[in-house]
């Protein structure tokens, strides 16, 4: 398989010299704690949406290959992508794809039983929200953060507080009861705003860094120290006798 232009961009990256990237880590770092719960921050990595690599079944493969269902062009590009192991994030970059509409793809192509293997709740879970299948009650109940009978204790005081005159949202009482953190709603809140954004890579314009190396030769550089130690001798010389004479007269 060809290098992605994700990776590719990764790699890049990677060469950065240690002072870049330990700045770059600390920037990302306080801005991704502005926005994200330390349940997407420290989440294992085969939990992660983004980098989550879906692998096809054979009814899957038999679609890719027949394509006999006719389906909207992106939904063969995404599934040709997945029979070349690709993650979620590259498969967007490939194809110029938002992180919304792989969403959509994933969701639909689980749903008909193109994956081979059970997807992670918590993956199902933020594809389904980002899809707009799931609002974010469901969403914190597939991602086993809340229970149903939670859910229905929240639906149920939010009927009194309408009937009462007051209008509230169901992910804000969720916090006001305790069954989920405000950080954790706008963890997901944010990440499904974020994941309408199209991201662009040019692979001509991929970040590069050049590191110039001086010409150095260890001979030259004896020779010339040599000789910088002689005029300095020289001069020491004259200093001394200078010194010397002033003393006798």
Same mark, same amino acid.
């Given at each position: 398989?060809?290098?992605?232009?994700?990776? &590719?961009?990764?790699?890049?990256?990677?060469?950065?010299?240690?002072?870049?990237?330990?700045?770059?880590?600390?920037? #990302?770092?306080?801005?991704?704690?502005?926005? #994200?719960?330390?349940?997407?921050?420290?989440?294992?990595?085969?939990?992660? $949406?983004?980098?989550?690599?879906?692998?096809?079944?054979?009814? /899957?493969?038999?679609?890719?290959?027949?394509?006999?269902?006719?389906?909207?062009?992106?939904?063969?590009?995404?599934?040709?992508?997945?029979?070349?192991?690709?993650?979620?994030?590259?498969?967007?970059?490939?194809?110029?794809?938002?992180?919304?509409?792989?969403?959509?793809?994933?969701?639909?192509?689980?749903?008909? /039983?193109? $994956? %081979?293997? =059970?997807?992670?709740?918590?993956? =199902?879970?933020?594809? &389904?929200?980002?899809?707009?299948?799931?609002?974010?009650?469901?969403? $914190?109940?597939?991602?086993?953060?809340?229970?149903?009978?939670?859910?229905?204790?929240?639906?149920? *005081?939010?009927?009194?507080?309408?009937?009462? /005159?007051?209008?509230?949202?169901? =992910?804000?009482?969720?916090?006001?009861? /305790?069954?989920?953190?405000?950080?954790?709603?706008?963890?997901?809140?944010?990440? *499904?705003?974020?994941? &309408?954004?199209?991201?662009?890579?040019?692979?001509?314009?991929?970040?590069?860094?050049?590191?110039? *190396?001086?010409?150095?030769?260890?001979?030259?550089?004896?020779?010339?120290?040599?000789?910088?130690?002689?005029?300095?001798?020289?001069?020491?010389?004259?200093? #001394?006798?200078?010194?010397?004479?002033?003393?006798? %007269?």
């Amino acid at each position: 398989m060809s290098k992605s232009l994700f990776y &590719g961009f990764m790699e890049k990256m990677l060469c950065f010299p240690l002072w870049i990237k330990q700045t770059i880590f600390l920037n #990302l770092s306080k801005d991704l704690n502005d926005y #994200l719960s330390n349940e997407f921050l420290d989440v294992e990595e085969g939990d992660l $949406f983004h980098v989550y690599k879906p692998a096809l079944s054979e009814q /899957g493969q038999s679609e890719l290959l027949t394509k006999e269902s006719k389906f909207d062009d992106s939904i063969y590009a995404f599934l040709n992508c997945c029979s070349k192991g690709m993650s979620l994030i590259e498969i967007a970059i490939e194809n110029n794809f938002t992180m919304e509409e792989v969403s959509k793809a994933f969701t639909f192509c689980k749903t008909s /039983g193109f $994956f %081979s293997v =059970a997807v992670p709740k918590l993956v =199902a879970a933020i594809a &389904g929200f980002i899809a707009g299948k799931y609002r974010t009650g469901e969403y $914190f109940i597939r991602a086993g953060k809340m229970t149903i009978e939670q859910l229905d204790e929240v639906l149920n *005081k939010q009927q009194e507080m309408n009937a009462a /005159g007051q209008h509230v949202f169901i =992910a804000e009482l969720m916090v006001q009861m /305790g069954f989920v953190r405000d950080i954790d709603v706008k963890s997901i809140i944010f990440m *499904k705003e974020e994941a &309408g954004k199209r991201f662009s890579l040019d692979p001509q314009e991929l970040p590069s860094i050049t590191l110039e *190396k001086e010409s150095f030769d260890i001979r030259v550089e004896n020779e010339r120290l040599k000789e910088e130690n002689e005029i300095l001798k020289q001069k020491m010389d004259v200093l #001394l006798t200078f010194i010397k004479d002033h003393k006798q %007269s």
